[in-house]
């Protein structure tokens, strides 16, 4: 009796992560078809980079700036739930998350940062974005300014849209090469998140 209730919960556990893995693989797809839209305008769309134990879900490089996007899905307990961020943290649905996206995310761009500089000898700012796809991001006027963004992908090609060219496309092929690089090898710098 005892070996089938640990066993139970163990199915159990092993079920609950299953499910986690497969929203969180249907977010990040969804939001790389919202990115793919980008390359109308000529930006490079890259997903899944691997670090050392962590991984950047999609970066854009375009002549608009660099972007290193973290997916956070989750399913919602209330239809009316809502993403707050005022530019400092993230509440979802009232809660601050177990993991802080802002902190994570800005973790990530430093390294991408790093990755670029050391691979192609230029440094460049990669903006952080968090992105909740299927979520209402409530971000108050004040907080639009600040530097990480979290949005709902929707929203995204808008914002980048709306940021001021800063580099030129020689640099775009180069950074979307060496980043391609990355992935293709799994060659990087060790840099700890």
């Avoid at 793919?36 to 769309?45: P, S, T």
């Avoid at 050391?118 to 974005?129: C, I, L, M, Y």
């Avoid at 001021?164 to 840099?191: C, N, P, Q, W």
Wanted: overall charge positive; hydrophobic content about 40%.
């Amino acid at each position: 009796m005892i070996v089938t209730a640990i066993g139970a919960r163990r199915i159990y556990r092993a079920r609950v992560r299953v499910k986690a893995l497969k929203l969180g693989l249907a977010g990040e797809r969804a939001v790389g078809q919202f990115l793919e839209g980008l390359r109308i305008g000529g930006a490079r769309i890259l997903h899944d980079i691997q670090g050392d134990d962590f991984n950047v879900d999609h970066v854009v490089v375009s002549s608009r700036g660099i972007y290193c996007i973290e997916t956070k899905t989750m399913t919602k307990r209330r239809s009316d739930a809502v993403v707050h961020y005022d530019g400092l943290r993230v509440l979802v649905d009232g809660r601050a998350p177990d993991r802080d996206p802002i902190r994570q995310v800005t973790a990530a761009a430093k390294w991408l940062s790093t990755q670029i500089a050391d691979s192609t000898g230029k440094r460049f700012w990669v903006r952080p974005v968090v992105v909740y796809p299927g979520w209402y991001v409530e971000t108050p006027p004040e907080a639009r300014g600040a530097p990480v963004w979290v949005l709902e992908p929707k929203a995204l090609a808008k914002w980048i849209e709306n940021e001021s060219t800063s580099i030129d496309d020689s640099d775009v092929s180069l950074i979307s090469y060496h980043l391609a690089r990355i992935v293709m090898t799994g060659e990087t710098k060790s840099f700890d998140l």
